[in-house]
């Protein structure tokens, strides 16, 4: 009777916290000069995790970008302090949480259609998927769900900075940036520490230069997030979209033997570009540091050439039958095709059970044009 009584006085003190600080976030963002306030990647990390970060990071965060830091900060503090009874009850569950059926996995660079083909097989009812609430604030599952949807609500932005694509409260996100949220070992730390995002692209989407210790770490926290995910999910088997899982092939093997994979290719002038823009719109609403665009312009070829050799090198460890190669060409021109010949390689019996709800999906796309880019001048439209 105590204790619930001590939770109950703990979840109204949240509750108002949470009340108080969403309106005072909103009066902020009515500001033009604030409006990138509620884009931060690191606000639904974790003070333990962030503090790791600054370390890493010799605590450099730039004079520019000081109200960014301090509303990150203040968040992520209230998030914690959130998050504390989740994971005093939900911690032990998590972690005895079978995967049952090994997950299957989009891969391929950034910009070649992966999220596409995330939005339509997360249509498919058999699979479960890390959605944007979730994956935004991943150490927030369980509890105070209708305070993180009237968070989102408020602040989470109708479109993707880079692309126009549209963002929902329960679309399908990728892993990486759940990962942000909970452990300093991932990729997509480099847009809010660009000083240093050539080590984090590079280490932790080729693994390049980590110890034992570190892949142990890594394996650990992203098991975590998917027996998470599992969870939330009721058990379904998992469909993942992560670009930087393309060097990681064979540490998913590890973890999932029979893990099966999809592999998404684009012209390369086209990604190119369209990833550079990426990078561009992430960097403007993110970074907690000053940077040089131009220092991700000379990253992205590079990246580019490591990570499809990683992945030419390493696609044989994948079991016969269990990988198919995709081109976004064709995905957009005849999705329902391309889809039909995904599910039928890879031993996926529910396509036709699913087709009314991707045919659903695609008719809401039908308006949705993607950026042209001039490859003679090498130049990415503004979309503006």
């Avoid at 006085?9 to 108002?16: D, E, G, R, S, T």
């Avoid at 302090?81 to 059926?101: C, M």
Wanted: hydrophobic letters at 40%; aromatic letters at 12%.
């Amino acid at each position: 009777m105590k204790n619930g009584k001590l939770f109950f006085a703990y979840a109204l003190f949240v509750l108002l916290l949470s009340l108080t600080f969403l309106l005072l976030l909103t009066m902020a963002n009515t500001s033009k000069k604030n409006r990138s306030l509620n884009k931060q990647m690191l606000a639904g990390t974790h003070l333990l995790n962030f503090t790791k970060l600054l370390w890493q990071n010799n605590f450099r965060i730039s004079f520019g970008y000081w109200l960014r830091f301090l509303y990150t900060l203040c968040i992520l503090i209230l998030g914690s302090i959130a998050a504390l009874p989740e994971y005093v009850l939900y911690h032990r569950k998590i972690k005895n949480t079978p995967i049952s059926k090994s997950p299957v996995f989009i891969i391929g660079h950034w910009r070649t259609g992966t999220t596409f083909l995330h939005n339509l097989m997360s249509h498919d009812k058999r699979f479960g998927c890390l959605s944007n609430e979730y994956a935004m604030l991943p150490n927030l599952m369980f509890l105070f769900r209708p305070i993180v949807r009237l968070f989102f609500k408020l602040n989470m932005p109708k479109y993707r900075p880079m692309d126009k694509v549209e963002l929902r409260i329960k679309g399908p996100q990728e892993d990486e940036l759940a990962l942000c949220g909970i452990t300093h070992r991932a990729a997509y730390h480099c847009w809010s520490f660009p000083q240093r995002a050539k080590d984090y692209l590079f280490k932790w989407c080729l693994l390049e230069n980590v110890s034992e210790k570190e892949i142990a770490g890594f394996k650990k926290d992203f098991m975590f997030l998917l027996k998470k995910a599992t969870l939330v999910n009721n058990g379904r088997q998992l469909v993942l979209k992560n670009p930087a899982n393309t060097g990681r092939i064979k540490l998913l093997l590890e973890l999932f033997p029979d893990a099966k994979f999809i592999y998404t290719t684009r012209n390369r002038e086209e990604v190119e570009q369209s990833s550079f823009r990426l990078h561009e719109k992430t960097l403007e609403v993110t970074a907690l540091q000053s940077y040089d665009v131009n220092t991700f312009r000379a990253i992205v070829p590079e990246l580019y050439d490591a990570l499809l050799a990683k992945y030419e090198a390493d696609k044989d460890a994948i079991k016969p039958g269990n990988l198919v190669e995709i081109k976004y060409e064709d995905l957009v021109a005849n999705p329902m095709e391309v889809l039909n010949g995904i599910y039928n390689n890879l031993g996926l019996d529910s396509f036709e059970k699913a087709k009314p709800e991707f045919l659903n999906f695609l008719e809401t796309q039908r308006s949705y044009k993607p950026a042209n880019y001039n490859l003679e001048n090498k130049k990415a439209p503004s979309d503006s």
